[in-house]
């Protein structure tokens, strides 16, 4: 398996610009995490979906952040409009049975985004 | 609400050492505990994971335990090596099902000289 696949793997942009970042769990996971990582705050869960459909996004900092998982397959995180805050390094993960005590997180190589 | 500490947040030493990572957390009602490890620009491997009903658990060099009644865990690494450099993040897993959520220490950042 190819492992969490995420792209862009880097992403600048301006300010007020809207940004997508993508991610592909791995083939049979049915959790998929969305992190943000920053120096100040570390690592934050955004959002986490289970079969599809969100099960918690308090993470979500405010309106500007959504995330989808149209199917299994694949999440997109967006930020409209984005802003110099939201400059940080963005992590997809996915886990095969959240229920077991035994159950693990793979991570994706993250998004590194900056937001001029 | 459960938080997790780590320290120190950063550690230097000679290869071939052996050292430990601490690790505590705020509330004993935990369902597992694991260390990751993160490579600069990668994201996080998981290494150990500790249920809450076991003490111990050992991979290789490396050998996790879990106090649940003082709020401690250690990752204990044998003979260090300069492969061994890398941030080191503990998470604490509170229930299963609907409370899945893993709550985060800050790292500790291990830098091993050759």
């Known amino acids: 398996d190819a492992g969490v696949i995420q792209s862009p793997r880097h992403e600048v942009t301006e300010m007020g610009q809207e940004v997508t970042l993508r991610c592909k769990p791995i083939s049979g996971h049915d959790y998929l995490f969305w992190y943000r990582q920053t120096m100040m705050r570390g690592l934050e869960l955004l959002i986490y979906f289970n079969n599809n459909v969100p099960i918690d996004d308090s993470g979500m900092p405010e309106d500007r952040f959504s995330a989808k998982m149209p199917n299994a397959s694949f999440s997109t995180l967006k930020i409209q409009p984005s802003e110099p805050r939201d400059s940080a390094v963005y992590f997809c993960?996915?886990?095969?049975?959240?229920?077991?005590?035994?159950?693990?997180?793979?991570f994706g190589p993250g998004t590194r985004l900056t937001v001029l | 609400k459960q938080e997790v500490t780590q320290i120190p947040a950063a550690l230097s030493v000679p290869e071939g050492e052996n050292l430990v990572l601490n690790c505590s957390f705020t509330d004993s009602a935990i369902y597992n505990l694991q260390w990751f490890r993160q490579d600069p620009g990668k994201g996080l491997t998981s290494l150990l994971l500790?249920?809450?009903s076991q003490r111990e658990q050992t991979s290789g060099r490396l050998n996790a335990s879990l106090d649940k009644s003082s709020g401690r865990s250690t990752l204990y690494i044998a003979a260090s090596q300069p492969g061994d450099s890398a941030t080191y993040l503990c998470a604490v897993r509170l229930g299963r099902d609907s409370n899945y959520q893993l709550i985060w220490g800050a790292g500790t950042k291990l830098i091993i000289k050759p």
């Open positions: 993960a996915s886990s095969e049975l959240a229920g077991a005590s035994t159950d693990t997180q793979y």
């Open positions: 500790i249920q809450s």
